[in-house]
């Protein structure tokens, strides 16, 4: 399954309050209005040409360039995982299985490194260091 959202044409005041400071939008990196209907074609024909690769060569090839360019790997991020529950930590790889895998902040400096969670299902949230 796979889940993509895209703000494309939204100015930041259009976002509420408290998203304002980690939400963006194309609009403001491009500093100029996207046609989504080029964009949405750009899109589906770049995920058929992934599908295609996945088909020929397996999913090791598309993780390796995944996390090439993945910016939540070696970042602080909070998960948050439903139902009130919260894992904070580092996000350091991507599992076979294409899970976020994240190291939980250890409960003392003292204290020996936890074991990777793996993140199947959340939100993540960017932390600032």
Known sequence: MIGIGLNVNM?????????????ASLLEASRQPIDRNRLI???LL??????????SYGPARLRRAYMTRCIT????VRVLLG???E???TAEAISADGA??????PPSPASQS?????VRAADVIHLRE
């Open 83 to 85: 139902g009130e529950q």
């Open 41 to 43: 074609a750009q899109l």
């Open 87 to 89: 894992l904070i930590g």
């Open 46 to 55: 770049e995920l058929e040409q992934s599908l295609d690769e996945l088909r």
């Open 114 to 118: 936890p074991p990777l969670i793996d």
């Open 11 to 23: 100015p930041r005041e259009s976002f509420p309050e408290e998203l304002r400071p980690i939400a």
């Open 73 to 76: 790997l070696g970042r602080r």
């Open 100 to 105: 976020l895998q994240v190291r939980p902040l």
